[in-house]
């Protein structure tokens, strides 16, 4: 029963890891898509998205009417620069960077106060349920860093000759179990 519990509880962290990292790639594609829609006039966007890369294409292009298009490329590409980072911060969180986890939503906390300075409180209010769930993904990161250590001592265990019973319980586990085992091996080690 036991083995049961760590595996839905394994699972449960896995999958609320996997959901808070995630979150970075959204924020970076929605917020592609609403510089794209900014470019051709579009009419809506996604409120998930980066305020301050929105914020970074409208300056430039005010600018770039004085001061010639190069702004508006320069700042095309520095929404592009911020987008790269939430993307980098998704890979290194997937990885189990706590770091990644933490910076991200440094930045995106910080992208929800300018909105709310800015008075759209609308969009700073739904950066919250991604800041929440970047939050649980953090938790879970750091669980699954405990999980991923013991996994691997108790694998080590096991190759240096551990006892029968060991070796019959590694016989029962389900596939399931034994994926989650192979999964938190692996995490355990992309995080070395």
Same mark, same amino acid.
């Given at each position: 029963?036991?083995?049961? @519990?760590?595996?839905?509880?394994?699972? =449960?962290?896995?999958?609320?890891?996997?959901?808070?990292?995630?979150w970075f790639? @959204?924020?970076?594609?929605?917020?592609?898509?609403?510089?794209?829609?900014?470019?051709?006039?579009?009419? @809506?966007?996604?409120?998930?998205?980066?305020? +301050?890369? *929105?914020?970074?294409?409208?300056?430039?292009?005010?600018?770039?009417?004085?001061?010639?298009?190069?702004?508006? +490329?320069?700042?095309?590409?520095?929404?592009?620069?911020?987008?790269?980072?939430?993307?980098?911060?998704?890979?290194?969180?997937?990885?189990?960077?706590?770091? #990644?986890?933490?910076?991200?939503?440094?930045?995106?906390?910080?992208?929800?106060?300018?909105?709310?300075?800015?008075?759209?409180?609308?969009?700073?209010?739904?950066?919250?349920?991604?800041?929440? #769930?970047?939050?649980?993904?953090?938790?879970?990161?750091?669980?699954?860093?405990?999980?991923?250590?013991?996994? *691997?001592?108790?694998?080590?265990?096991?190759?240096?000759?551990?006892?029968?019973?060991?070796?019959?319980?590694?016989?029962?586990? +389900? *596939?399931?179990?034994?994926?989650? =085992?192979? *999964?938190?091996?692996s995490l355990?080690?992309?995080?070395?």
């Open positions: 029963m036991k083995n049961n @519990w760590h595996l839905d509880e394994g699972l =449960r962290l896995v999958r609320q890891h996997r959901n808070g990292s995630g790639f @959204w924020i970076a594609g929605l917020s592609l898509v609403n510089i794209i829609m900014a470019i051709i006039n579009g009419s @809506w966007g996604f409120v998930f998205g980066l305020g +301050t890369a *929105e914020i970074i294409y409208y300056v430039a292009q005010e600018l770039s009417y004085q001061l010639g298009s190069f702004v508006l +490329t320069a700042g095309i590409a520095l929404s592009l620069l911020l987008m790269g980072i939430f993307v980098a911060l998704g890979f290194g969180s997937r990885k189990g960077k706590n770091l #990644c986890f933490i910076l991200g939503f440094i930045l995106y906390a910080l992208d929800a106060i300018l909105l709310v300075v800015l008075g759209d409180y609308m969009g700073a209010l739904f950066h919250l349920y991604p800041l929440y #769930c970047i939050f649980k993904g953090l938790q879970a990161n750091k669980y699954l860093i405990v999980m991923a250590s013991e996994a *691997e001592k108790h694998h080590k265990l096991n190759e240096e000759g551990g006892s029968d019973g060991e070796a019959a319980e590694e016989d029962n586990l +389900t *596939e399931v179990q034994k994926n989650f =085992r192979k *999964e938190m091996q355990h080690r992309d995080m070395h």
